[in-house]
């Protein structure tokens, strides 16, 4: 655990906060007082965001327990990009509901969605900051060889 560095933190808490905003409501009737959790209401949606979810807590798992920074960084740059990507996705179900607009709200499951999915992005971004491993020591310094005679 001591190896997680800020962006590592910041995705996990977003992936755990997507999870639970995934099953929290987001939409809900006006006359009526049904609510429509991120599961029920998405069809392919739901599932590529369970899918960044398990990216951006795998980067925290890969951080802690890899030596060399190799996978990790790879593993953020994907939880960069496809972060990004989910926020589109959640930017597009917020503007465009399920229904007419006169009957359907807007709950606050979407809006914790959206906090999420802009969390994991961002903790993917600030993963790519430093690409070196925290808590191992550092390298043996270079060899100094005297530059050849001309």
């Given at each position: 655990?001591?190896?997680?560095?800020?962006?590592?933190?910041?995705?996990?808490?977003?992936?755990?906060?997507?999870?639970?905003?995934?099953?929290s409501?987001?939409?809900?009737?006006?006359?009526?007082?049904?609510?429509?959790?991120?599961?029920?209401?998405?069809?392919?949606?739901?599932?590529?965001?369970?899918?960044?979810a398990?990216?951006?807590?795998?980067?925290?798992?890969?951080?802690?327990?890899?030596?060399?920074?190799?996978?990790?960084?790879?593993?953020?740059?994907?939880?960069?990009?496809?972060?990004?990507?989910?926020?589109?996705?959640?930017?597009?179900?917020?503007?465009?509901?399920?229904?007419?607009?006169e009957?359907i709200?807007?709950?606050?499951?979407?809006?914790?969605?959206?906090?999420?999915?802009?969390?994991?992005?961002?903790?993917g971004?600030?993963?790519?900051?430093?690409?070196?491993?925290?808590?191992?020591?550092?390298?043996?310094?270079?060899?100094?060889?005297?530059?050849?005679?001309?």
């Amino acid at each position: 655990m001591r190896r997680l560095r800020a962006g590592e933190w910041l995705a996990a808490a977003g992936a755990v906060a997507l999870l639970v905003a995934l099953l929290s409501p987001w939409y809900g009737a006006r006359a009526r007082s049904e609510t429509l959790t991120g599961f029920e209401s998405f069809t392919v949606i739901d599932v590529l965001l369970v899918a960044l979810a398990a990216l951006a807590l795998a980067l925290g798992a890969l951080q802690a327990t890899r030596d060399t920074p190799a996978a990790p960084v790879g593993a953020a740059v994907l939880t960069a990009t496809l972060g990004i990507l989910g926020v589109l996705l959640v930017l597009y179900r917020l503007l465009n509901q399920p229904g007419p607009n006169e009957f359907i709200d807007v709950r606050w499951g979407a809006w914790l969605g959206l906090a999420a999915t802009l969390a994991i992005a961002a903790g993917g971004w600030r993963a790519l900051a430093t690409e070196r491993v925290r808590g191992l020591p550092p390298g043996p310094e270079p060899e100094l060889r005297p530059t050849p005679a001309p």
